[in-house]
Each structure stands twice: as C-alpha cells, then as structure tokens.
C-alpha cells in the first residue's frame, strides 16, 4: 500500500486530515500510534476547524519536522534550511490544488465553523475532497523524502519500514 492509499484510507478511518497524513508515515517518524494521533489532533479543519491552513498540509510538515527538524534554537542555518523545505512542500501542494488554505479548498466563505466534526456518511465524502488531498500530501511528503535522503543516510524507496 502506498502512503497515499493510508493517508486516505485512515482518513475513512474517521481520523482527521493531520492525523491522516502523519500516521501514514509512523514507521518513519517513530512515534507511537496513539502519541502520533494525539499530536496531529489539534490541526484537523484547517487547525481545529478555524478553516486555516490545511490539515493535510500541516500532517505534511508535522512529518517534515520529524524526519528533518532541527532541536538547537540557535542553529539559524537549519531553521532556515527547514523553513526553505517546509516553504518548498507548501508550493508544490498549493501547485496542484491553488491553495494551502482549508476554507479555499472546500468552497467556504467562513472563517470558522462549529467545533463539531460533521458525520462521515457517504454525503460527507461526495462533498468533501478531504480524502483526496490526504493522499496527495501522503505522496508529496513521500516524493520529498525520496530526493532527500534522510539522515542516517539510507535511501528511501517507499517500500521498506524503518524502526
């Protein structure tokens, strides 16, 4: 199965779209299943449903920071190395879908909405693209992780898991 066939499938799941696309990658960043899900939990809706950023998006650089991150506050040269990746995986979602902005991608005019999800029936997936963009921010992240190898130097190929 591919990351983008997970992101999607864990997203039918009834995880959120964050959750979605950080889980898809839990082999990779080497947290837990539930640390994994309650950390990316805060950004589903577009950041709690406030409609802002994507929540596939920030799965994205939730999955960037753990794999590329930097943990030295003064280390000015690797913040900027990793603000220039994360700038560069924003660019190429927003390539293909115009936008990195929740209420942008679903149509919608307000700013925020009810903190309530709304149910996941078959409605639901007719209007929602979410599934969807799930699985192409799995398969940027993927692509990205393949041209960049990752720091203990083994190459990535999409097919082994790492521990």
Known sequence: MTRRERAIQLFKEGYNCTQAVFLAFE????????????????????????REVCGTVSGMFLVAGALYGYDDPKAREDKAEHYARI????????????????RELLGLTVKREAPSPEERTPEYYKKRPCPELAGCAAQI?????????LKNGEDYDGTEERK
């Open 141 to 149: 992240m993927e692509e990205y992780i393949r041209e960049h190898p």
């Open 87 to 102: 700038q560069e995986l924003a660019g190429r979602f927003e390539a293909q879908h115009g936008s990195i902005v929740c």
């Open 27 to 50: 082999d990779l960043h080497g947290m837990n299943r539930r640390e994994a899900a309650m950390l990316s939990s805060s950004f589903g809706g577009g950041m709690g449903r406030l």
